[in-house]
Structure formats: structure tokens, C-alpha cells
T-cell receptor, first 111, second 114 residues
Framework: DAGVIQSPRHEVTEMGQEVTLRCKPISGHNSLFWYRQTMMRGLELLIYFNNNVPIDDSGMPEDRFSAKMPNASFSTLKIQPSEPRDSAVYFC?????????FGQGTRLTVV | TQLLEQSPQFLSIQEGENLTVYCNSSSVFSSLQWYRQEPGEGPVLLVTVVTGGEVKKLKRLTFQFGDARKDSSLHITAAQPGDTGLYLCAGATVSNFGNEKLTFGTGTRLTIIP
């Protein structure tokens, strides 16, 4: 298995544009997490899914953020409209029992 | 919100020295994990501890879960430059729906000087 795959690896966009981050979890893992990492706030949980169902989205900053998991092999995190303060590295992780594996992240820069 | 405080925040030591990193919380966790993250990469799982008082060893790394399952420590013996990285602890809690979510600590950035 190739591990958790995120795309794109880097994204630079202008303020106000829509941004979509993508994640392919490891096959067979039933939980998927979206995290955001910044120097100031560390690694923050945004939302997590269990068996494709959103369980806890209390970490989503505001209504500009939305996440979907239409099937077991794909998830998206969308920001619309994007703002400079959204600049961060966004990680997707999939988990089975005690084992959690992270993707390489998407470095988002909003200018 | 469960807060996991790690200390120290930064640590720079000479190769061959020993060190301990701490992860503390006022919350009880069903399990606790330690990760290492290198620049440009995602965190990589090192170990999971489940039972209060549990000790696990991974070569030169020793992990301990506190008796009350609120805190943990990571001890590295004879540190090597390859140990350099950001060390993160993560506590697992069970939601009202019976699912587990991971909350990460503030991180310890470790630098081993050759």
C-alpha cells in the first residue's frame, strides 16, 4: 500500500479563491482525520470521519471550511473563500484500531 | 477540549547524551501515542501505550504511560543525530458515539548536535 496520499503537495492561491484539498486513505482503514498544523497552534484536529460519516467537526474554524467523504477511499477539505490566515500545512490521516498514518500534507499559502 | 502540554518545547543536546520529554494533561486517555515528525513530512507513529503504568521500549527509546493515564514520558538513551525531529504525543479519547479521536500535544523540537 502506498500509504495516505494527499494532493496537491503545495498550493498557492489568492485570497477569496476556493481551495480543495484531497486525501486518499489507506485501504481498510475506517477512520479519517483532517488536521491543520501551524507554528503558533501546532497540530489541530479539524474534523474526523468514521466509516465515511462525519463524527466531530467541532474543530472546523468556521463556515468557510467544509469536508466530505463520499466513499471509503476519498475525502476532500474545501475552503471557500480562502483567507491569508488559512495558510498552514493540512494533514490527512487514516486510522485502524491503534494505528494512525499521516499523509505528507498539503502546504497551503493564501496571498 | 483536552489539552496536552509537552515539555520542554525545545531541546538541543550533544550526541551521546540522554534526554526525557514529558507529555502532561488533566484528562484521562484511553491510549496515548508518540509520533516523530521530520521537516516536510507528516508525523510517523512510534508507539502506542494503552495500560496505566505501561512501559515500552523501542531500541534506545523508552516510553511510559502514567498510572492514571493522564501523562507520558519519552526517554532517549545515547541520543544520535538521527533522533532530531519534532516529537508529538497524542491522546485518544472516546466520543459519545463510541469513536476515538486523537488530540495532539504542543510538541518538543529536539536537535541532536554531532
Amino acid at each position: 500500500d502506498a500509504g495516505v496520499i494527499q494532493s496537491p503537495r503545495h498550493e498557492v492561491t489568492e485570497m477569496g479563491q476556493e481551495v480543495t484539498l484531497r486525501c486518499k486513505p489507506i485501504s481498510g482503514h475506517n477512520s479519517l482525520f483532517w488536521y491543520r498544523q501551524t507554528m503558533m497552534r501546532g497540530l489541530e484536529l479539524l474534523i474526523y470521519f468514521n466509516n465515511n460519516v462525519p463524527i466531530d467537526d467541532s474543530g472546523m474554524p468556521e463556515d468557510r471550511f467544509s469536508a466530505k467523504m463520499p466513499n471509503a477511499s476519498f475525502s476532500t477539505l474545501k475552503i471557500q473563500p480562502s483567507e491569508p490566515r488559512d495558510s498552514a500545512v493540512y494533514f490527512c490521516a487514516s486510522r485502524h484500531l491503534f494505528w494512525a498514518f499521516f499523509g505528507q500534507g498539503t502546504r497551503l499559502t493564501v496571498v | 477540549t483536552q489539552l496536552l502540554e509537552q515539555s520542554p518545547q525545545f531541546l538541543s543536546i550533544q550526541e551521546g547524551e540522554n534526554l526525557t520529554v514529558y507529555c502532561n494533561s488533566s484528562s484521562v486517555f484511553s491510549s496515548l501515542q508518540w509520533y516523530r515528525q521530520e521537516p516536510g513530512e507528516g508525523p510517523v507513529l512510534l508507539v502506542t501505550v494503552v495500560t496505566g503504568g505501561e512501559v515500552k521500549k523501542l531500541k534506545r527509546l523508552t516510553f511510559q504511560f502514567g498510572d492514571a493515564r493522564k501523562d507520558s514520558s519519552l526517554h532517549i538513551t545515547a541520543a544520535q543525530p538521527g533522533d532530531t525531529g519534532l516529537y508529538l504525543c497524542a491522546g485518544a479519547t472516546v466520543s459519545n458515539f463510541g469513536n476515538e479521536k486523537l488530540t495532539f500535544g504542543t510538541g518538543t523540537r529536539l536537535t541532536i548536535i554531532p
